[in-house]
C-alpha cells in the first residue's frame, strides 16, 4: 500500500521547536519532490516547504529562516524542522510528495499521494 505518515505533532508554547517527520511506504521517495502545507482554521491550505529530489528547497516567506526541510533518502523519510514556533504556525500540516520529480512547487494538483496530516498547536 503506498502512502504517507507523518508524525511529530503535538502541543508547544510560542518560542519552542517541532521536528515533523513524514515517512513513505509502498514506495521511495528518492525521486519524488516532497512538500509540506497546513492548513489552519477557517484560512486555505498553504504550501510550508519543499524539497526536490535534488535537495533543492523552497520556503513560504511566513516560514524563512525558522523552517528547515530535510530528507533521509536511506530512511525515507522527510522531516520539518520548526523552530520559534509562533501561535499562527498552528495547523495541521500534511506532507505531499510528487512523484514525477517536478522542481520546487507549491502547487497541490502535482501532488500524488498525500499524508493523512498532524496537528501542530503553538500556545501558552
Known sequence: ????????????QPGGSLRLSCAASGFTLDYSTISWFRRAP?????????ISRRGITNY???????????R??????????????KPEDTAVYYCAADKFGRGPNFVAANYDFWGQGTQVTVSS
Open 1 to 12: 500500500q503506498l502512502q504517507l505518515v507523518e508524525s511529530g505533532g503535538g502541543l508547544v
Open 42 to 50: 477557517g484560512k486555505e491550505r498553504e504550501g510550508v516547504s519543499c
Open 60 to 70: 513560504a516567506d511566513s516560514v524563512k529562516g525558522r523552517f528547515t526541510i530535510s
Open 72 to 85: 533521509d533518502n536511506a530512511k525515507n523519510t522527510v522531516y520539518l524542522q520548526m523552530n520559534s514556533l
